[in-house]
């Protein structure tokens, strides 16, 4: 028996935040949105698309009578990863389609927004809600990799270019403070009945001994004395992986940072700048967050410890790096089908960031939430906080 309930996702909402994707979008040439300049990065108009995708393949399809698919072969263009579904774009060959149009792309999510409107007015079985609300916070996730592809690609262009979307980098505490925490057993995993991940259950007790972690992330004054006292050229501060991917990457400082005439600048959405000394430091990899770590005497903090002390922490302004490989909680599970290819299949060779950035969407973070990367990537809204050893 399926359990029907009273639409708890009101249209409004949901169309909330698709419009909010567009935005982002918003101040975009034509000629931005096809770009893709290494595999990691997506054009925006694939993530327009995927998101779209989503709707109509997991609800709309499969829920909405007599409902017709925009275009057939949209399945194969913007599925990602989803096995389960069939075949899709190889990911680095996403930057290759120039058709569809961006104005088709556009049209695409006025046919799916319309037809989900409709399908919005009526009572729905539980289960479908449940993928409505994972569709919901899915686009959440593209709209701050959206930010991070769009950074990507204007700011490996020589004129540097701006968009009308601003996300901000406020100044860190001048005051560092490192809170002591006692040692002993510490509740970690999502309690409650909103919205989680299935990498955020079970609930579960975990063992921590004392530790000490800042108030505070590592500024762009303080890594840059790393950078001066030539830590991306002492090999003891770095993991071997680590160490072979900064020397084959010729890697002597963050993402988007270079030296003009003895002076850093870097790129930001908001131009190109001169280095702001008080600023978290950004765009570094768990490897360069790691020798940055040793180099102070000092290391990164495991997820859980993260987690413990999340509550006195002012945290938001970054991904912060922790000490912890993605694993699966115990008593962790995975759903049937393709939803369940969602977070448990890149459960290996990836490392834990908690928190949230500055260009993660109002509402969508949470202390238990386990955002997850492989330890070489810069892209993201990354950042570093201390433990002392």
Not at 79 to 99: F, H, I, K
Not at 174 to 185: A, C, K, M, S
Not at 349 to 362: E, K, L, Q
């Amino acid at each position: 028996m399926q359990i029907v309930v009273a639409n708890p996702i009101t249209f409004d909402r949901f169309l909330k935040i698709r419009r909010r994707s567009v935005e982002i979008c918003k101040s975009l040439q034509p000629e931005d949105v096809s770009v893709q300049p290494v595999d990691f990065v997506s054009p925006p108009k694939w993530h327009l698309a995927h998101t779209t995708w989503f709707f109509e393949q997991f609800v709309l399809t499969k829920n909405k009578p007599a409902y017709k698919a925009f275009n057939d072969d949209f399945a194969y263009y913007f599925n990602s990863y989803y096995n389960n579904v069939g075949e899709r774009v190889l990911r680095a060959n996403r930057g290759l389609m120039t058709r569809p149009t961006f104005q088709d792309i556009l049209d695409y999510r006025i046919h799916v927004n319309q037809n989900m409107a409709e399908f919005l007015e009526n009572e729905v079985q539980k289960q479908v809600y449940d993928i409505i609300e994972i569709g919901l916070q899915h686009e959440q996730q593209h709209q701050e990799l959206l930010i991070y592809d769009i950074k990507y690609i204007l700011g490996h262009q020589l004129s540097f270019p701006t968009i009308n979307f601003q996300v901000t980098l406020n100044p860190e505490l001048d005051n560092e403070i490192f809170t002591h925490y006692n040692e002993g057993l510490y509740r970690i995993g999502y309690e409650g009945e909103d919205f989680c991940w299935d990498n955020e259950l079970g609930n579960h007790n975990v063992y921590i001994h004392d530790f000490e972690i800042s108030n505070s992330l590592v500024t762009n004054k303080t890594f840059l004395d790393f950078i001066e006292d030539n830590g991306y050229n002492d090999f003891n501060l770095w993991h071997a992986d680590g160490w072979d991917f900064i020397k084959k990457n010729n890697i002597n400082c963050p993402l988007y940072w270079h030296k003009v005439d003895g002076t850093w600048y870097y790129y930001t959405i908001g131009g190109y700048k001169e280095v702001q000394l008080n600023l978290p430091v950004s765009h570094v990899s768990f490897y360069e967050a790691s020798a940055f770590a040793e180099w102070k005497g000092m290391r990164l903090p495991t997820e859980f410890e993260w987690e413990v002390a999340s509550s006195k922490l002012n945290y938001g302004q970054l991904w912060e790096w922790t000490n912890s490989a993605y694993l699966p909680y115990p008593k962790y599970t995975k759903a049937e089908g393709a939803i369940g290819e969602y977070n448990g299949k890149f459960m290996v060779n990836t490392m834990v960031m908690r928190g949230s950035s500055i260009a993660t969407p109002n509402g969508h973070s949470r202390p238990t939430y386990r955002n997850f990367f492989t330890p070489d990537m810069r892209w993201q809204f990354s950042g570093i906080r201390l433990v002392k050893k």
